[in-house]
């Protein structure tokens, strides 16, 4: 018989977190649900009795991490798999965003995950297992025009968390960076705050508008099987691209800069060190 593992997922209440803590519970695993805004969760409660515990929780703030990480390590007396779900997106020009509104941003997205990551990793030495998704996306190899605050803050964590998991290994705790593609979220309604836009840049919005188009992405659903797998892995990856669309755009990326760096080797060569 299986033992049913214990998962604690930030940003549970809607988009992917909701679909991980869905896929999870409907697999016989429990849930530690966190989120500010609870209220969602009312159903997926009341269809799995005593086996989803739900808190509040604004990831910004660094004590409240602290409480909710200790109460949902007793909740079911361990954690298996940390989902570092919760995020944010920052949509404008770099030059238009505002002190407030970057600092915000990088408040949830990079400080908000590792204030969890720094919370739980106690619990997992402790039992010696875990397993940590940060969940970032695939874009952090690089910025794209309006987005770059959200790349940025995600390539943060990325780095962050490769270190992470060089550093926790010896205690037998997993670290998998989880780069998603573009799922149909609420990140970019609900979870999105827009800078005031200076009219220098219009002809720009228009260009990355027509090149986006009004495609709402895939279900989140349909990335939790992936999830699922990835968490059953005795040797996960430390990093895993999330979406066969998204796998494509990321080679081209590196492609792109491959290609980039060997146009200016002679450049660079031009230096010692």
Do not use: C
């Not at 188009?213 to 939790?224: E, I």
């Not at 059953?232 to 990321?250: F, H, K, T």
């Amino acid at each position: 018989m299986t033992t049913a593992r214990v998962w604690f997922i930030t940003g549970a209440s809607r988009g992917l977190g909701r679909a991980f803590a869905e896929a999870a519970l409907a697999a016989g695993d429990r849930v530690v649900a966190a989120a500010r805004d609870l209220a969602p969760l009312d159903d997926l409660a009341a269809a799995h009795p005593g086996d989803l515990v739900r808190l509040t929780l604004d990831v910004t703030d660094r004590a409240a991490v602290q409480k909710v990480a200790d109460q949902a390590a007793a909740a079911f007396g361990r954690l298996d798999v940390v989902v570092n779900n919760a995020g944010t997106m920052l949509f404008g020009m770099v030059e238009e965003a505002t002190e407030e509104q970057i600092r915000a941003h990088f408040d949830v997205n990079f400080f908000g995950a590792v204030w969890v990551a720094q919370a739980v990793i106690p619990h997992l030495r402790a039992q010696g297992s875990g397993h940590i998704l940060q969940v970032t996306t695939m874009g952090t190899g690089g910025g794209v025009a309006s987005a770059g605050f959200y790349a940025a803050g995600k390539s943060a964590l990325d780095s962050v968390s490769q270190a992470l998991a060089m550093e926790v290994a010896p205690f037998g705790i997993k670290v998998t960076i989880v780069q998603p593609g573009g799922y149909g979220t609420e990140l970019f309604t609900r979870g999105t705050t827009a800078t005031e836009p200076l009219p220098e840049y219009e002809a720009l919005r228009a260009q990355l508008a027509e090149m986006w188009g009004d495609a709402a992405g895939p279900d989140p659903s349909t990335a939790a099987p992936v999830i699922m797998e990835l968490a059953g892995l005795a040797e996960p990856p430390l990093r895993l691209i999330v979406g066969g669309a998204s796998y494509d755009m990321v080679q081209q990326m590196d492609r792109a800069r491959t290609e980039q760096y060997r146009a200016w080797e002679h450049l660079s060569r031009k230096a010692p060190g």
